[in-house]
């Protein structure tokens, strides 16, 4: 007997809670064969993080891992398609699955939210911007799943809001889409993940066409009809961004929200929201296990070799002179459909490119910066006696605007290092994110953030240095 999830039982009348979430999966995986519920975390409240994992633990099989409302009930339809799909896997459809892959679905990312119909979690944080501080619980269980699951393929599940009523509403505008994917996007991934992801990115938007479904390429949010066209923030303290930096191939898929003040069949329009969302990731799955033989490439997680130069920044930059695009969108309140121009700046240009060192010695304030480099799966060894060696040290001044990147002199020199101060190579599994989080000109870096800002002197020798010959 098919069970039934808690959307379908409420005749898609309410929002499901996070209790109702857990039950069905605890049902679930007691009816499916071959399954197992793992607690990952916990939330702020002591709510239990739980994922679905269906393997097959015959064979190594590349490993598939869903996500749905990192923003908690203001976007909760991913999470509903989620458990639909979870079933679809156990004992419908999408069975044929798990002799492909390995499959881990967490559908509810934000119980807390989820139950208080909020985006952010109980401490009024937004996850999905947190993945750089990881200052909460949810944010470090899922990371911490990043490391130890290290999924081939990632999918996270959101939903926008048409109308925007303190940005674009107050315009008179409202979007105009319904389906939306993108890649991650940082500039340090790998050229063979960004051209692999690409090229999937591409068969996933023509499959969703097929089925019906307008798709295109994530926009990022448009708040006024005067802003450029983008692409989605390249930053890891984005999930699907944090993601690709462990290697996987990273997606992003929104679907809309209707604005709240209409009547609709379901509450808030959430049966419809939640086919979308369901019909999305069932052509997702199918386009993953169509292209399965390309998705254990182990140079997605190589960690890049010393010398070789890696982009820690980027911007968006018009495709050519005065790129204008068209886009469709309504008007508030009669919905009549309008063109309206924009200036096209679609197009990623990396910048900053920074040679990557062998290793990061930390001289001053280990514990501090050991213990965020170890949340991020970086380990690091403490120097046993002294160690002279030369280095390039890095001396930060005042950025030129408020809470802007650090300026930065950088030299050569030879040091003598003293015992306990710390090294961390960047040769580890996950050495990529090691520039990343610690240079100045990285704005994913540490010191973006007032916890580690505050620990550098600007107009002295930084406590961090680099070494490109140990």
């Known amino acids: 007997m098919k069970l039934a999830t808690p959307l379908e039982r409420s005749g898609a009348g309410e929002i499901s809670s996070a209790a109702a979430i857990r039950d069905f999966l605890v049902e679930l995986a007691a009816a499916s064969e071959g399954s197992r519920l793992l607690t990952l975390g916990y939330s702020v409240r002591g709510q239990p993080l739980l994922g679905l994992e269906f393997a097959n633990g015959q ?202 003040d209409g009547v609709y069949a379901s509450h808030q329009d959430l049966e419809t929201r939640t086919a979308k969302q369901r019909l999305c990731i069932e052509t997702f799955l199918r386009v993953m296990a169509s292209q399965v033989g390309c998705l254990g490439d182990e140079r997605h997680w190589q960690p890049p070799p010393a010398g070789s130069a890696m982009a820690l920044s980027a911007r968006y930059v018009s495709a050519g002179p005065e790129r204008i695009e068209w886009l469709r969108m309504r008007r508030y309140p009669d919905l009549d459909f309008i063109d309206v121009p924009f200036v096209d700046c679609r197009s990623l240009k990396a910048e900053t490119l920074s040679p990557v060192p062998a290793a990061y010695f930390l001289t001053h304030h280990t514990s501090a910066i050991a213990s965020a480099l170890l949340a991020h799966g970086l380990v690091g060894e403490t120097l046993e006696r002294r160690l002279r060696c030369d280095v390039l040290s890095t001396t930060a001044h005042p950025p030129a605007v408020a809470r802007g990147l650090f300026r930065a002199q950088t030299r050569s020199e030879a040091l003598s290092l003293e015992a306990g101060s710390l090294k961390f190579s960047t040769a580890q599994p996950f050495g990529r994110l090691l520039p990343v989080l610690l240079e100045f000109a990285s704005p994913s870096s540490l010191f973006q953030y007032p916890t580690y800002r505050r620990l550098v002197k600007t107009g002295e020798r930084h406590f961090v240095l680099s070494a490109l010959g140990h």
């Open 59 to 260: 064979r190594p099989l590349p490993r598939l891992l869903l996500v749905g409302s990192h923003h908690g009930g203001s976007e909760p339809a991913g999470g509903e398609a989620l458990l639909a799909i979870a079933r679809s896997i156990a004992q419908g459809s999408l069975a044929g699955l798990r002799d492909l892959f390995d499959v881990l679905i967490v559908p509810d990312a934000n119980p807390d939210g989820r139950d208080a119909g909020t985006a952010r979690n109980a401490n009024g944080v937004n996850l999905n911007r947190d993945y750089v501080l990881l200052s909460q619980p949810e944010t470090r269980a899922l990371n911490g799943l990043l490391q130890r699951w290290r999924p081939q393929v990632v999918l996270d599940a959101h939903e926008s809001a048409s109308f925007k009523q303190h940005t674009l509403g107050k315009e008179g505008y409202l979007t105009d889409f319904e389906c939306q994917f993108d890649i991650a996007n940082h500039p340090a991934i790998s050229s063979a993940a960004q051209a692999l992801s690409t090229t999937l990115l591409n068969h996933l938007l023509a499959a969703v066409r097929e089925r019906g479904l307008p798709a295109q390429r994530y926009i990022r949010e448009i708040t006024s009809i005067r802003r450029p066209l983008t692409h989605g923030g390249y930053s890891i303290s984005r999930f699907r961004n944090k993601a690709a930096l462990y290697g996987a191939l990273s997606f992003l898929l929104e679907t809309p929200m209707p604005p709240k």
